[in-house]
């Protein structure tokens, strides 16, 4: 189990963008902040996979740190106060800084409302284990992995893990996403996620229209759509858009 990021980091992102992580760590002390890269990104460094989208975590006032940043860098910020998200645009790259946060639900399909937190809890509203681990930039802990959910051991299973029962209720829209991530990394839906995947099928109808056809679009998106599709064609999940929308032999034909 990897227990620094620094080096990785350093290997695998571009300068440019290594550079700003550092800084970004510096300047969230210098606020009294702590910063995390999270998400998506870290997964893939650590399966050495190549992603330069960046996200972080601050526990604290994400907009000023944004902010603090851009001018920095003589970048731009998109601000959106309600979740206390920006994203940071200079040169050719892009960031988005978003508040440590908990997040609750009216109904499920419903948009959540948003508490802030600290990195823990911000890891645990997230879909899968494997999405929630995040690294420390702060300069005395640069590079230390925090991992309370075992992603680090569901990567190495090669595992898709809900990170708790109600998570396909909540936001039925990672039941794509599961489906998304088990062939984009040729790993699997593990048993009790599957049974949960399966037995919630029916909070997709909670999902608008849009939100539906933003997974569809991620999912031909993908560098293999067809796997995707025809996974999600086997779980019933088609079926769940439409009673005649299905995937069989004609989307593996190239």
Sequence with gaps: MQNNFADRIKRQLPPELVDFLQLA?????????????????????????ENVDVDLVAE??????AEK????KKGK???HSRFNTAKIRWEKWSVDIAAARNESYDKPGALPKVQSSDIRTDLIRRDFTIN??????????????????????????????????NSFVDDATRIWRAVRYEQR??????????????????????????????ELDLCLEEDKPEKALLRANELGIMRKIHPSLRADGWAGMK
Aim: charged letters at 25%.
């Design 77 to 79: 910020v998109i601000a």
């Design 25 to 49: 760590g510096e300047v969230a002390g210098s606020l009294d902040q702590q910063l995390y890269l999270v998400g998506g990104v870290v997964r893939d460094l650590l399966l050495e996979r």
């Design 69 to 72: 940043l851009a001018s920095l």
């Design 132 to 165: 929630a681990m995040a690294v420390a930039l702060d300069p005395p802990n640069y590079g230390k992995i925090i991992d309370p959910f075992g992603g680090q051991d569901d990567l190495s299973q090669k595992s898709v893990r809900v990170l708790h029962n």
């Design 60 to 65: 604290g006032d994400s907009i000023k740190l």
């Design 185 to 214: 990394l040729d790993f699997v839906i593990e048993p009790h996620t599957l049974e949960l995947l399966k037995k919630d099928l029916d909070y997709l109808d909670s999902v608008s229209g849009n939100r539906i056809r933003h």
